[in-house]
């Protein structure tokens, strides 16, 4: 059984289930927003001017800062109450 199948098995349970199923990959920001993702971010290690440097980014993907280290990159997040997470 491929990738394929799987998936539309599974839908077609989860519709015999609840017929208000959402697909989480087609969500509007709207209810993104609702499941809480404005209160994320994630932090990446990203090149700058050759140095190595963390970036933090909303859970949409926007830039919001950089850190010198992952530590600081954290608590800046923790500071602005959202929930951080680390992305390779």
């Known amino acids: 059984m491929n990738d394929q199948d799987i998936n539309d098995k599974a839908k077609l349970i989860a519709a015999k289930e609840d017929e208000n199923v959402i697909d989480v990959r087609n969500l509007t920001d709207g209810q993104l927003k609702a499941l809480g993702v404005s209160q994320m ?16 980014h909303a859970a ?12 600081t990159a954290f608590a800046a997040i923790v500071q602005h109450e959202m929930v951080p997470s680390f992305v390779n």
């Open 41 to 56: 971010a994630y932090v990446k290690i990203v090149m700058i001017n050759g140095e190595q440097v963390f970036a933090i």
């Open 60 to 71: 949409d993907g926007t830039p919001m800062a950089v850190a010198d280290n992952v530590k």
